[in-house]
Protein backbone atom coordinates (compact mmCIF):
# COMPACT_ATOMS: atom_id res chain seq x y z
CA UNK A 1 0.00 0.00 0.00
CA UNK A 2 1.38 3.52 -0.90
CA UNK A 3 1.50 6.41 0.82
CA UNK A 4 -0.57 8.24 -1.51
CA UNK A 5 -3.69 5.82 -1.27
CA UNK A 6 -6.55 7.34 1.24
CA UNK A 7 -8.23 5.12 3.91
CA UNK A 8 -12.40 6.30 3.97
CA UNK A 9 -12.85 7.13 7.64
CA UNK A 10 -16.02 5.59 9.15
CA UNK A 11 -18.75 7.74 9.47
CA UNK A 12 -18.90 7.90 13.17
CA UNK A 13 -15.00 8.48 13.39
CA UNK A 14 -15.73 11.71 11.55
CA UNK A 15 -18.80 12.79 13.92
CA UNK A 16 -16.56 12.43 16.56
CA UNK A 17 -13.67 14.60 15.02
CA UNK A 18 -16.20 17.22 14.25
CA UNK A 19 -17.33 16.98 17.73
CA UNK A 20 -13.90 17.95 19.06
CA UNK A 21 -13.16 20.42 16.71
CA UNK A 22 -16.46 22.13 18.07
CA UNK A 23 -15.47 21.67 21.50
CA UNK A 24 -11.75 23.81 20.54
CA UNK A 25 -13.58 26.45 18.73
CA UNK A 26 -16.13 27.05 21.58
CA UNK A 27 -12.70 26.92 24.05
CA UNK A 28 -11.39 29.44 21.91
CA UNK A 29 -13.63 31.69 21.89
CA UNK A 30 -14.46 31.80 25.56
CA UNK A 31 -11.23 32.44 26.60
CA UNK A 32 -10.49 35.66 24.79
CA UNK A 33 -13.09 38.30 26.54
CA UNK A 34 -15.26 40.93 24.72
CA UNK A 35 -14.45 44.38 24.60
CA UNK A 36 -17.31 45.99 26.92
CA UNK A 37 -18.38 49.02 26.06
CA UNK A 38 -17.87 52.22 28.40
CA UNK A 39 -20.35 52.51 30.99
CA UNK A 40 -22.57 55.61 31.05
CA UNK A 41 -21.44 58.50 33.59
CA UNK A 42 -23.07 58.22 37.08
CA UNK A 43 -25.20 60.74 38.51
CA UNK A 44 -23.81 62.39 41.93
CA UNK A 45 -25.03 61.07 45.33
CA UNK A 46 -25.49 64.27 47.67
CA UNK A 47 -23.97 63.74 51.37
CA UNK A 48 -24.95 64.71 53.99
CA UNK A 49 -22.80 67.60 56.16
CA UNK A 50 -23.78 66.11 59.58
CA UNK A 51 -21.39 63.09 60.38
CA UNK A 52 -23.43 62.42 63.53
CA UNK A 53 -26.58 61.67 62.20
CA UNK A 54 -25.32 59.75 59.20
CA UNK A 55 -24.65 55.41 60.05
CA UNK A 56 -21.20 54.79 59.65
CA UNK A 57 -19.80 52.32 57.37
CA UNK A 58 -17.45 50.56 59.46
CA UNK A 59 -18.46 47.77 61.72
CA UNK A 60 -17.86 48.89 65.31
CA UNK A 61 -15.13 47.01 66.83
CA UNK A 62 -14.97 45.61 70.37
CA UNK A 63 -10.98 44.63 70.80
CA UNK A 64 -8.93 47.21 73.55
CA UNK A 65 -6.74 50.05 72.10
CA UNK A 66 -3.18 48.98 72.05
CA UNK A 67 -0.95 49.98 74.68
CA UNK A 68 1.11 53.56 74.45
CA UNK A 69 4.62 53.38 73.69
CA UNK A 70 7.10 54.00 75.96
CA UNK A 71 8.78 57.42 76.67
CA UNK A 72 11.92 56.64 75.18
CA UNK A 73 11.01 55.18 72.22
CA UNK A 74 8.74 58.05 71.22
CA UNK A 75 11.69 60.92 69.82
CA UNK A 76 10.61 64.25 71.02
CA UNK A 77 11.36 67.30 69.72
CA UNK A 78 12.41 69.58 72.54
CA UNK A 79 10.81 72.81 72.16
CA UNK A 80 12.55 75.67 71.60
CA UNK A 81 13.59 77.82 74.18
CA UNK A 82 11.49 81.23 74.26
CA UNK A 83 13.75 84.42 73.30
CA UNK A 84 15.37 86.46 76.49
CA UNK A 85 13.24 89.31 77.94
CA UNK A 86 15.10 92.91 77.59
CA UNK A 87 16.31 93.75 80.97
CA UNK A 88 17.03 89.72 82.53
CA UNK A 89 19.89 88.08 81.56
CA UNK A 90 20.37 84.30 80.72
CA UNK A 91 22.12 83.13 83.51
CA UNK A 92 19.58 83.68 85.93
CA UNK A 93 20.98 86.50 88.11
CA UNK A 94 19.75 89.69 85.86
CA UNK A 95 22.41 92.45 84.23
CA UNK A 96 23.75 95.12 86.69
CA UNK A 97 21.35 97.84 86.99
CA UNK A 98 22.11 100.94 84.33
CA UNK A 99 22.77 104.08 86.06
CA UNK A 100 23.63 106.30 83.41
CA UNK A 101 20.21 106.07 82.04
CA UNK A 102 18.10 106.12 84.97
CA UNK A 103 16.66 109.81 86.33
CA UNK A 104 18.96 111.68 88.59
CA UNK A 105 16.05 111.32 91.69
CA UNK A 106 16.30 107.47 91.40
CA UNK A 107 20.20 107.77 91.60
CA UNK A 108 19.75 110.39 94.80
CA UNK A 109 17.27 108.06 96.44
CA UNK A 110 19.59 105.08 95.46
CA UNK A 111 22.61 106.95 97.77
CA UNK A 112 20.98 108.47 100.20
CA UNK A 113 19.47 105.22 101.65
CA UNK A 114 22.56 103.52 101.69
CA UNK A 115 24.40 106.33 103.13
CA UNK A 116 21.49 106.26 106.20
CA UNK A 117 22.04 102.40 106.41
CA UNK A 118 25.90 102.43 106.51
CA UNK A 119 25.53 105.52 109.10
CA UNK A 120 23.10 103.01 111.24
CA UNK A 121 25.62 100.35 110.95
CA UNK A 122 28.71 102.60 112.37
CA UNK A 123 27.34 104.83 114.45
CA UNK A 124 24.19 103.31 116.44
CA UNK A 125 24.12 99.98 118.20
CA UNK A 126 23.86 96.94 115.81
CA UNK A 127 25.21 93.54 115.99
CA UNK A 128 27.88 93.74 113.25
CA UNK A 129 30.03 96.32 115.10
CA UNK A 130 32.55 93.87 116.37
CA UNK A 131 33.03 92.58 112.31
CA UNK A 132 34.03 95.75 109.77
CA UNK A 133 33.85 94.33 106.81
CA UNK A 134 30.02 92.56 107.77
CA UNK A 135 29.06 96.08 109.08
CA UNK A 136 30.38 97.95 106.17
CA UNK A 137 30.61 95.39 103.47
CA UNK A 138 28.70 98.27 100.79
CA UNK A 139 30.79 101.28 101.83
CA UNK A 140 30.39 104.28 99.85
CA UNK A 141 32.65 107.66 99.97
CA UNK A 142 29.52 110.49 99.86
CA UNK A 143 28.62 110.07 103.77
CA UNK A 144 31.92 110.65 104.94
CA UNK A 145 32.37 113.32 102.25
CA UNK A 146 29.38 115.14 103.18
CA UNK A 147 29.95 114.92 106.73
CA UNK A 148 33.48 116.31 106.44
CA UNK A 149 31.72 119.55 104.79
CA UNK A 150 29.00 119.93 106.91
CA UNK A 151 31.63 119.74 109.86
CA UNK A 152 33.73 122.31 108.45
CA UNK A 153 30.62 124.69 107.11
CA UNK A 154 29.18 124.53 110.62
CA UNK A 155 32.77 125.43 112.30
CA UNK A 156 33.33 128.03 110.27
CA UNK A 157 29.89 129.77 110.71
CA UNK A 158 30.45 129.47 114.17
CA UNK A 159 33.71 131.58 113.56
CA UNK A 160 33.65 135.39 114.30
CA UNK A 161 36.40 136.46 111.84
CA UNK A 162 38.45 133.94 108.64
CA UNK A 163 35.68 131.71 108.43
CA UNK A 164 37.39 130.59 105.17
CA UNK A 165 40.16 129.57 106.61
CA UNK A 166 37.91 127.49 109.42
CA UNK A 167 36.82 125.68 107.03
CA UNK A 168 39.78 125.01 105.09
CA UNK A 169 42.02 124.06 108.25
CA UNK A 170 38.68 122.25 109.17
CA UNK A 171 38.43 119.78 105.86
CA UNK A 172 42.22 119.56 105.49
CA UNK A 173 42.57 118.41 108.65
CA UNK A 174 40.09 115.77 108.67
CA UNK A 175 40.55 114.59 105.01
CA UNK A 176 43.93 114.00 105.74
CA UNK A 177 43.88 112.67 108.85
CA UNK A 178 41.35 109.85 108.24
CA UNK A 179 44.48 108.60 105.39
CA UNK A 180 47.17 109.12 107.76
CA UNK A 181 45.11 107.27 109.89
CA UNK A 182 43.98 104.43 107.62
CA UNK A 183 48.16 103.93 106.91
CA UNK A 184 48.88 103.95 110.31
CA UNK A 185 46.66 100.87 111.01
CA UNK A 186 48.16 99.11 107.96
CA UNK A 187 51.07 100.16 109.20
CA UNK A 188 50.76 98.45 112.15
CA UNK A 189 49.85 94.97 110.56
CA UNK A 190 46.13 95.51 110.54
CA UNK A 191 43.68 93.71 108.25
CA UNK A 192 41.83 96.28 106.69
CA UNK A 193 40.57 97.90 103.15
CA UNK A 194 41.87 101.27 102.63
CA UNK A 195 39.21 102.96 101.01
CA UNK A 196 36.66 100.78 103.18
CA UNK A 197 38.72 102.68 106.66
CA UNK A 198 38.36 106.34 105.22
CA UNK A 199 34.36 105.31 104.81
CA UNK A 200 34.37 104.61 108.45
CA UNK A 201 36.18 107.68 109.53
CA UNK A 202 34.14 109.66 107.83
CA UNK A 203 30.99 107.92 109.15
CA UNK A 204 32.15 108.49 112.61
CA UNK A 205 31.98 111.71 112.34
CA UNK A 206 28.49 112.38 112.46
CA UNK A 207 28.39 112.61 116.26
CA UNK A 208 30.81 115.67 116.26
CA UNK A 209 28.24 117.47 113.39
CA UNK A 210 25.43 117.25 115.76
CA UNK A 211 27.85 118.41 118.41
CA UNK A 212 28.77 121.44 115.93
CA UNK A 213 25.66 122.38 114.86
CA UNK A 214 24.17 122.67 118.58
CA UNK A 215 27.00 125.00 119.94
CA UNK A 216 26.70 126.79 117.00
CA UNK A 217 22.96 127.22 118.14
CA UNK A 218 23.59 127.40 122.05
CA UNK A 219 25.30 130.42 123.40
CA UNK A 220 25.65 128.54 127.02
CA UNK A 221 28.95 127.61 127.39
CA UNK A 222 28.54 124.59 129.87
CA UNK A 223 26.21 123.52 127.76
CA UNK A 224 28.55 123.46 125.16
CA UNK A 225 31.43 121.86 127.09
CA UNK A 226 28.37 119.01 127.71
CA UNK A 227 27.73 118.42 124.41
CA UNK A 228 31.66 118.52 122.90
CA UNK A 229 32.27 115.95 125.91
CA UNK A 230 29.02 113.61 125.21
CA UNK A 231 29.86 114.12 120.98
CA UNK A 232 33.44 113.20 121.30
CA UNK A 233 33.27 109.96 123.42
CA UNK A 234 30.53 108.96 120.86
CA UNK A 235 32.62 109.43 118.07
CA UNK A 236 35.63 107.48 119.63
CA UNK A 237 32.96 105.00 120.59
CA UNK A 238 32.06 104.39 117.13
CA UNK A 239 35.25 103.95 115.60
CA UNK A 240 36.70 101.64 118.55
CA UNK A 241 35.21 98.22 117.57
CA UNK A 242 36.56 98.81 113.61
CA UNK A 243 39.91 100.05 114.72
CA UNK A 244 40.83 97.41 117.45
CA UNK A 245 39.33 94.59 116.01
CA UNK A 246 41.88 95.05 112.48
CA UNK A 247 45.19 94.82 114.53
CA UNK A 248 46.70 93.06 116.89
CA UNK A 249 45.83 92.95 120.95
CA UNK A 250 49.17 94.51 121.91
CA UNK A 251 48.37 96.89 119.36
CA UNK A 252 45.23 98.90 119.96
CA UNK A 253 46.08 101.41 121.59
CA UNK A 254 49.04 102.70 118.61
CA UNK A 255 45.88 102.35 116.62
CA UNK A 256 43.36 104.32 119.01
CA UNK A 257 45.43 107.24 120.14
CA UNK A 258 45.78 108.88 117.17
CA UNK A 259 41.62 108.83 116.38
CA UNK A 260 40.84 110.32 119.85
CA UNK A 261 43.58 112.79 119.17
CA UNK A 262 42.19 113.86 116.10
CA UNK A 263 38.36 114.08 117.50
CA UNK A 264 39.88 116.10 120.17
Known amino acids: ?12 SQSDIDEIENLINASVHQSV ?27 SSNLPPPPPL ?4 V ?24 TL ?14 IVSNLKLVVFPNPYREDPGKALRDWDLWGPFFFIVFLGLTLSWSASVKKSEVF ?19 LLGGHIIFFQSLSLLGYCLFPLDVG ?3 CMLKDNVIVKVVVVCVTLAW ?13 SPRRKALALYPVFLIYI
Open 33 to 59: PSARPPSPPRASIPVSVSVSTAPSPFI
Open 70 to 73: PKSS
Open 168 to 186: AVAFALLAAGAVILTLNVL
Open 212 to 214: ALI
Open 1 to 12: MSHSDTIPLHPS
Open 75 to 98: SAVPPSPPPPRPGIATSGFGPAPN
Open 101 to 114: TEPVWDTVKRDLSR
Open 235 to 247: SSWAAYPFMSSAV
